[in-house]
């Protein structure tokens, strides 16, 4: 039987590059990358199970409602969740599950999986994170204003992450990434089992 995975929350502000580091991360077939469902409507160049599950309104709330999700929530009338099913499956073939969630949903995972290990992106300041949200040149003034407010709020809870990883260098923040998540695997924590193993074997001598 192989070793349980471990399970991973990366989030991250909107501008801190958290998506593109995913992407070059998750083609080490260790990780599986948990895709949400959502009941908003795609957006031009999504693809149904690829970036979401794209479901009905009415379809969330009965997925919801059946426990079908591990954690979720409700932004303005429009539902996101990760897919428990998904979680355990791939947790209990041996792989390290990443969910790239906001801070609400990091939470209450942390909650139901205590030994969950909370990972937040940043840019190295608050100027670089402005300079990233303006230079995509896809979002108006007032978009951008919002995404820097939320940054804000968003701030306020970073000290209840385990680690901080600084995105400056996309190379180098995708190898301090997988440095970190592979050491985790040498917690005494996660070797519970192995730990009891010796410590009876010692007993022999």
Known sequence: MSKRGNLFVVSGFSGSGKGTVMKQLCKNEQYALSISCTSRAPRDGETNGKEYYFISHEE??????????????????????????????????????????????ALQVKKTYPDTILIFITPPSAAELRRRLTARG???????????????????????????????????CVKEL??????????????????AAIKDDLKTL
């Open 60 to 105: 969330f709330v009965k997925r919801q409602a059946e426990g079908y999700f591990l954690e979720s929530a409700i932004y303005v009338n429009k539902g996101y969740g990760t897919p428990l099913g998904f979680v355990e499956e791939n947790l209990s073939a041996g792989k390290d599950v990443i969910l790239e969630i906001e801070m609400q949903g």
């Open 138 to 172: 896809t979002e108006t003034k007032e978009l951008i204003e919002k995404r820097l407010k939320r940054a804000v709020e968003e701030g306020v809870y970073m000290d209840q992450y385990d680690y901080i990883i600084v995105n400056d260098d996309l190379d180098v």
């Open 178 to 195: 997988d440095a970190l998540m592979q050491s985790t695997h040498h917690a005494v924590k996660f070797n519970k089992e192995f730990v």
